[in-house]
């Protein structure tokens, strides 16, 4: 199932380097396809790739991905994820009490 509905999905397949490929399945499945797509892209753009962040992993995305500098991508990935569940944080105070596992997730 993983492999089917979100590996392949997300083209993970056709990311070069598999750090960055298995923490976008990672994200992905944490947080959504389309928000870990975003995510990615946004994370592309903090790198200096050219990408739309629309949430849509197409062949921009990819071309970007395997362009970029696999250690920078994944940091930035890193910051993204943690980002995004921060933010969830401050509209849902409630979920404070996920946040450390969270942050453990993000930079993981």
């Not at 062949?59 to 250690?71: D, H, K, L, V």
């Amino acid at each position: 199932i993983y492999y089917r509905d979100w590996w392949l999905r997300l083209r993970c397949n056709e990311i070069q380097d598999d750090g960055v490929a298995q923490k976008l399945m990672d994200t992905a499945v944490n947080v959504g396809l389309r928000t870990g797509v975003r995510l990615l892209q946004q994370a592309l753009v903090e790198v200096g790739q050219a990408v739309t962040v629309d949430g849509v992993i197409g062949p921009q995305t990819i071309a970007a991905a395997n362009r970029a500098e696999s250690g920078k991508l994944l940091a930035a990935m890193r910051c993204q994820q943690a980002a995004h569940y921060r933010g969830l944080i401050r509209k849902n105070p409630r979920l404070a009490k996920f946040e450390r596992g969270w942050i453990n997730r993000a930079y993981a």
